[in-house]
């Protein structure tokens, strides 16, 4: 499988297509922000709406609900990289 490309806080990562955003973010190492504190994805299945953030633009998608495609921008709400 040819990995997906896509964008995290103007970082490039690299996802497996068929991946969740939020498996993305984590793969990567890139936190979501907001209530979660360090402790990862609560619930998976997108009744928490823990995971949001904006992707291509628009505000408050669950990650764990979309799946990444070639070329979507992403912006957590710490704007971290997973760098840092």
């Keep these: 499988m040819t990995p997906v490309g896509i964008e995290v806080n103007g970082r490039r990562v690299r996802a497996r297509p068929g991946d969740t955003v939020a498996l993305a973010l984590l793969n990567a ?3 979501f922000g907001g209530d979660l504190s ?6 998976g299945m997108g009744s928490c709406f823990e ?12 990650t764990c609900m979309t799946t990444v495609r070639e070329g979507m921008r992403v912006r957590t709400s710490t704007g971290e990289d ?3």
């Design 29 to 31: 190492g890139v936190g």
């Design 38 to 43: 360090g402790r990862g994805l609560f619930c």
């Design 51 to 62: 995971c949001h953030a904006e992707v291509d633009g628009e505000a408050h998608v669950r």
């Design 82 to 84: 997973g760098t840092g």
